[in-house]
């Protein structure tokens, strides 16, 4: 199957031509971002350090995926438990509610809630307000992969630690958990990620808090920040592959410790 | 002494009843077996005594001690589960100490229990191996080391064996046996492997479908199934329609037949091991009294009254006789025994074994006979017209 | 109840809690909202079917949800449909060690910010940007090159609600939402029994023939979740109109955002929301009756 490969590799090509021509010209020395190339620089980079609206932008988004991604993986730690290792009345519509934001357009979930925080409550939207967004579309994708944390772990072994005398909590706590340090990671870090990114529920959440994507979004309309965004972009794709990189690192130790064969593909 | 108590236990999962009134005395020090089909609520029953599962009515204790509203972890049971459930974060010594963390002992009388325990399963040394590394047969053995230090009164086993290899299947089930005896703790083995139960337990539960259909030594449940089920369910038997008529006394016609090749096999095993004792010889009445039963296929015999269970009455019944029982009379050879003409309708060469299906007149379907092929037997041609020898003390009468 | 189902219920307790006031709530407050009056003030909650009316006569505002419904299923179209030739090849033909390279290849590029990769797409198609630059460079015409109409809506007022820069908004999403498409497709494919094809070709299918009556049919599921996963975020995007539509060809989410933040007319705004989830919900139905309809056998 010839075509089919050149078929790959040209579609592999669409999807990274974008990221490749973000270094180039994050370190082309023109304001224009356009061919021919005319010289090498860094003052973008340098550029972006007086940004003080950037680095400022970046402190609150991480402020926010922090603790968004902190509050979604508990909770998904919650519905992972409930959903893979008991039954109950209704499950299936609680936890279809609790997946729900994953098939819901975003602009549904900013908009109901800024109706309620706005109209009924009369509140100012604002960090708070982009968190509590954040964490409700983030634990969907919490709860998938613990999900499968709590799949590959033998329900057996929580038992044997209750049937050698310790409590539920002990349980717990000396055999679950340690299983699923690696979910949770990734859940975390997927969760992270997910929030930094965001856009619509910060934009029109924003009120006097801006993120990143919406600070970037702002750059956008002015041609001339071009070249800063394309800066920007290179540091943001390296961090995230790092990012990645760790995830996939998690995921694979964990499958090690369950003591199970990597089944390949990620997510 | 009564260790573990199980009265008119139900368990229900919705509409679903797994366990039917459930009435269990297990003896402090014995190894009591659960067998049974797939399904038949053994498991069930085993979780429900660890404390994994309430009971919907009736109740356990242990011990004289109610378990009503005692956790898994506060019962004197611990369990080696089916997939023995290891540890894997942990090293093969720290799963064996697991147990131990409430355990006021000073830090090192408990590394030397857990080197005590991992002795006493043969893995002196492997405290510090990671516990994803073993193979099924040191999983197995960890599991009970785990289980052990801790000194139960009860040791729940989960199908222990079925993950292993056959070779090492029987290799276990003697040290079982053997450690077993050592520590003196009371064994409950849950197992459907019918050989399996037969040779380590001193008794056995027998269970359909959330109930026990008959609770006996081992001897006893094979020799003397109390119903079909049990019956099929334990070894291979003929079943065989019969009528069982008045009590009879009549003047004993022939001598007692010399032991022949009977109860070869399985109970050869259990003698092997010394579970099973083998009878002495009884002399015999002149005179035999007994009540007469009418085999169809096979013909007419006494048996004596005790042979026949206070349930079954006169009239129409289904007996059952083990193929071991059974033989063919080759050319030349005589018997003392009750003899049948039969015609070979398939046969099946096991080596050691031959397994004759023969048809006996006025019976539909097929016995089974099984033959020890001893030098200078031949192995008969299907279409070949025989005799079968068979004996009325092998007769067990099942009713209707 | 038993031990097991309050234990349960404990546990879900907190994401079902928090899903109900938080997601629940305002959802149904959204819903009651689309029907509420807007006063001059405040909203009045007198029930009226005014703000569902008006979207769907006032030219503006039907054009918008026509490009909207238009783009979002242009874009599922060319997602998916050059999504699963992709997704075939590493589940056929890339060796089983590989796959995991592959679909890591894939996913890189969803992980960089969508901020940036909307940009980049800006300066490629835009007026003066990388593609024309590259084109100008190979020596074709200085007059700026129809290239994928972007050029076009930079440069003239749009003419009718189609105009040329949708095919730009397009390329952008399909490249954004792309491994949403794979994934899905791969995962359906994946689970297809190998010996099903051999049997096939055993009973005289042709390779053609065995994909299009065997693993075609069986890859539906894994197709129909690419469909939604790719429809749903696209209908309610709101970053590529603004930035690559050059804010000549908004989508319902630009005039949801209007609606509430500019015009403060927040029923109109809710309304709106909700014919973009009616929307969704549609696709979803119609989608889901093809997928039961194809596998008439249950799984």
């Known amino acids: 199957m010839r075509s089919l490969r050149v078929y790959a590799v040209l579609y592999l090509l669409f999807l990274y031509a974008p990221i490749v021509l973000l270094p180039i010209f994050a370190f082309n020395d023109s304001a224009v971002i356009s061919f021919p190339l005319s010289g090498a620089t860094t003052q973008w980079f340098t550029g972006l350090a007086d940004e003080r609206e950037m680095t400022g932008a970046l402190r609150t988004s991480i402020l926010i995926a922090l603790i968004s991604a902190s509050f979604a993986t508990v909770l998904g730690i919650f519905a992972a438990m409930a959903g893979t290792r008991s039954d109950f009345p209704a499950k299936r519509p609680i936890l279809g509610l609790i997946m729900l934001p994953l098939v819901l357009p975003e602009v549904i979930v900013a908009t109901s809630l800024l109706i309620v925080i706005v109209q009924v409550f009369g509140l100012d939207p604002g960090a708070w307000s982009i968190i509590v967004a954040h964490v409700l579309i983030c634990t969907p994708f919490s709860v998938a992969i613990l999900n499968s944390a709590f799949q590959n772990l033998d329900p057996a072994l929580e038992e044997a630690a209750l049937d050698l005398g310790e409590s539920r909590r002990g349980a717990f706590r000396r055999v679950t958990l340690p299983l699923i340090v690696p979910g949770i990671v990734s859940s975390f870090l997927i969760a992270f990620t997910i929030s930094l990114d965001e856009f619509i529920i910060a934009f029109f959440m924003s009120g006097n808090t801006t993120t990143l994507p919406v600070y970037i979004y702002g750059l956008t309309r002015f041609p001339g920040k071009m070249p800063l965004v394309m800066a920007l972009g290179t540091l943001l794709v390296a961090a995230s592959i790092i990012l990645l990189i760790a995830a996939e690192a998690m995921r694979r130790r964990g499958l090690r410790r369950a003591g199970l064969k990597d089944t390949g593909g990620f997510l | 002494m009564t260790l573990i108590q199980l009265a008119g236990v139900h368990k229900h999962y919705g509409d679903f009843h797994a366990l039917k009134g459930i009435d269990l005395d297990i003896r402090q020090g014995e190894f009591f077996s659960l067998l049974g089909p797939s399904g038949c609520g053994k498991t069930t029953l085993l979780r429900v005594i660890a404390g994994f599962e309430g009971v919907s009515e009736g109740s356990v204790s242990i011990d004289g001690r109610d378990m009503r509203g005692v956790g898994a972890n506060h019962r004197p049971t611990n369990m080696v589960f089916q997939s023995y459930a290891i540890f894997p974060h942990l090293s093969v010594g720290e799963n064996v100490g697991f147990g131990l963390r409430r355990d006021p002992r000073p830090r090192e009388d408990k590394a030397k229990a857990v080197d005590e ?284 | 109840m038993s031990d097991e189902a309050r234990r349960g219920l404990f546990l879900v307790s907190p994401p079902f809690l928090y899903a109900i006031l938080l997601l629940a709530v305002p959802v149904v407050t959204i819903i009651l909202y689309s029907f509420w009056t ?202 590529t109109p603004a930035v690559v539509g050059g804010d000549k060809n908004p989508m319902i989410a630009n005039f949801v955002y209007i609606s509430f933040l500019k015009l403060d007319n927040y029923p109109q705004g809710a309304a709106l929301a909700m014919l973009s989830m009616l929307a969704v919900t549609l696709i979803a139905l119609v989608f889901l009756w093809l997928n039961r309809r194809w596998l008439r056998v249950g799984r």
């Open chain 2, 117 to 400: 325990a991992l002795e006493m399963v043969g893995l002196s040394g492997y405290g510090k191996r990671a516990a994803h590394a073993l193979s099924g047969g040191q999983r197995q053995r960890v599991a009970l080391a785990r289980a052990l230090i801790l000194k139960p009164k009860v040791l729940l086993l989960d199908e222990p064996l079925s993950a292993l290899d056959k070779k090492i299947r029987e290799q276990m089930q003697v040290e079982l046996i053997k450690l077993q005896r050592e520590v003196g703790i009371t064994f409950i083995l849950v197992t459907h492997d019918q050989e399996e139960a037969l040779v380590m337990s001193d008794r056995i539960a027998v269970m359909f479908e959330g109930e026990i259909g008959q609770m006996d030594d081992p001897e006893t449940l094979y020799r003397r199934p109390n119903s079909r089920r049990v019956a099929g369910f334990i070894g291979m038997m003929n079943f065989l329609p019969a009528t069982i008529g008045q009590k009879v006394s009549q003047m004993k016609s022939r001598p007692a037949p010399p032991p022949g090749p009977d109860n070869r096999g399985l109970l050869q095993r259990l003698k092997d091991i010394g579970r099973v004792v083998p009878p002495a010889p009884k002399a015999l009445p002149e005179y035999e009294t007994g009540i007469e039963v009418k085999v169809a296929g096979l013909g007419r015999c006494i048996v004596p009254p005790e042979q026949i269970p206070d349930r079954v009455g006169q009239g129409e019944t289904i007996v059952g006789i083990r193929p071991e029982t059974l033989s063919i009379l080759f050319e030349g050879e005589t018997t003392q025994r009750n003899i049948a003409e039969a015609v070979v309708d398939e046969v099946v060469y096991y080596g050691d074994m031959t397994y004759y299906d023969v048809r006996v007149a006025g019976v539909e379907k097929p016995l089974t006979i099984s033959m020890k092929n001893l030098i200078g037997r031949p192995v008969l041609d299907v279409g070949v017209r025989t005799r079968v020898a068979w004996d009325e003390r092998s007769l067990v009468i099942l009713g209707s």
């Open chain 3, 38 to 239: 807007d006063g001059y003030l405040e909203v009045v909650p007198d029930l009226t079917l005014e703000n569902y009316t008006e979207s769907l006569t006032d030219p503006l505002i039907r054009q918008l949800l026509v490009r909207s419904v238009g783009v979002a299923m242009a874009v599922t179209a060319a997602t998916v449909l050059l999504a699963f030739p992709i997704a075939y090849y590493i589940s056929f033909h890339v060796r089983p060690e590989r796959k995991s390279l592959w679909l890591f290849l894939i996913t890189i590029p969803f992980w960089t910010s969508y901020l940036i990769r909307v940009a980049l797409w800006k300066v490629i198609l835009g007026y003066n940007g990388v593609a024309n630059s590259v084109l100008d460079l190979l020596g074709f015409s200085q007059e700026p090159v129809l290239f994928f109409g972007a050029v076009v809506g930079q440069v003239f007022e749009p003419v009718t609600w189609f105009n040329l820069s949708i095919p730009a908004i397009v390329i952008t999403l399909s490249h954004a939402y792309a491994p949403f498409a794979i994934l899905p497709i791969f995962v359906a494919l994946e689970k297809i029994d190998r010996s099903l094809g051999e049997a096939s070709r055993d009973l005289g299918d042709g390779p053609l023939m065995t994909f299009w009556r065997v693993t075609l049919p069986l890859a539906v599921p894994g197709v129909v979740a690419a469909v939604l996963i790719v429809f749903i975020p696209t209908i309610g995007d709101y970053v």
